[in-house]
């Protein structure tokens, strides 16, 4: 996405990812003020016949930008969308999931335009889906760990059968926990919901680092993890915080030992090396279940080379 100066308006600025300063007009460029359904169509009656629309909204709404986006793929002609205030940038940018061609900005709001630009383009560039290995663990044990505060993480999208979250309390074997995708006799499908565990848990980020649960806010992108071992990115959308009561699962893998604080709830389902689906309360010593296995130790989240013990 291209960042536009809007030079017609007080203020400049030296950036050298500035792609466009704006004078007013230019050749390659056709502005439209769109506030109604007449003037849309006319901005839709331009698509392939220019090089550059440059839209206007007196009242910014973000369906006329998504007709347009949707129309003008393949046709040879971009989108440029003139905005004055930060909160509409993201909208600008990842349109349809598409985003503007470029979004033209006062000075003022050149480097939130830049930051938001080359998030996009990261996400463009992207060679190939981030992966993960999963190894087998065998379930030592099972036991009951009294009440505690649990964390259920719903996220801004669904997810799918085979989709969930890396969870644990060690750090160098994280469990798959599924979503609540799965059909239930009693309870209806939460599938952008996973029941994550206790609130000291480490949980997988989309950036590689961890967090504990307890650190998590709104907003933030975690790692979705199938259970083929790609990796996909989800905003988190609420945290749902509760008492309730919870079971201390221990696994092993040779050197490796690991654990995990989970709800006692028959909703809550780790993966087994085989791809099934096992509810926590069906578990028993001697399954084996897949795991994520990391033999650094983190600091502050980060993965460092080095030897920790964790228990």
């Known amino acids: 996405m291209q960042v536009w100066l809007d030079s017609t308006q007080q203020g400049d600025s030296e950036s050298e990812k500035i792609s466009r300063r704006w004078y007013g007009s230019s050749s390659d460029v056709s502005e439209i003020l769109i506030d109604d359904r007449a003037t849309q169509a006319e901005a839709m009656s331009m698509i392939g016949l220019v090089p550059w629309i440059l839209i206007r909204c007196p009242d910014w709404s973000m369906v006329p930008l998504e007709n347009l986006v949707a129309s003008s793929r393949g046709t040879g002609t971009r989108i440029a969308i003139a905005i004055t205030q930060e909160i509409d940038l993201n909208g600008v940018s990842y349109a349809l999931g598409i985003g503007a061609d470029a979004v033209l900005v006062p000075s003022g709001l050149i480097s939130e335009a830049e930051k938001v630009a080359a998030e996009r383009l990261d996400l463009q560039q992207e060679a190939k889906v981030a992966e993960v290995s999963f190894i087998d663990a065998e379930v030592s044990g099972i036991e009951t760990c009294g009440m505690g505060e649990r ?161």
């Not at 059968?161 to 750090?171: C, D, E, L, R, Y």
């Not at 599924?178 to 919901?193: A, I, L, N, Q």
């Not at 989309?206 to 806010?217: A, F, I, M, Q, R």
């Not at 995990?260 to 909703?267: D, G, K």
């Open 151 to 311: 964390v259920c993480v719903d996220l801004t999208r669904r997810l799918n059968i085979g989709q969930g979250m890396a969870i644990g309390s060690t750090s160098s074997m994280l469990c798959l926990i599924h979503g609540e995708t799965v059909e239930s006799e009693y309870v209806p499908t939460r599938p952008f919901r996973v029941n994550a565990g206790s609130v000291h848990s480490y949980i997988l980020m989309s950036d590689g680092s961890t967090k504990y649960l307890s650190e998590l806010n709104s907003g933030d992108e975690v790692a979705v993890v199938s259970e083929d071992g790609i990796c996909d990115i989800a905003r988190i959308g609420r945290l749902k915080i509760e008492n309730r009561p919870m079971v201390l699962l221990r696994y092993s893998n040779a050197d490796l030992e690991g654990q995990i604080v989970l709800q006692q709830a028959e909703t809550v389902r780790l993966v087994s090396p085989e791809g099934k689906l096992v509810s926590i309360t069906e578990i028993r010593a001697g399954d084996r279940i897949a795991v994520i296995s990391d033999t650094r130790f983190r600091h502050t989240g980060i993965a460092v080379e080095g030897k920790v013990i964790e228990k």
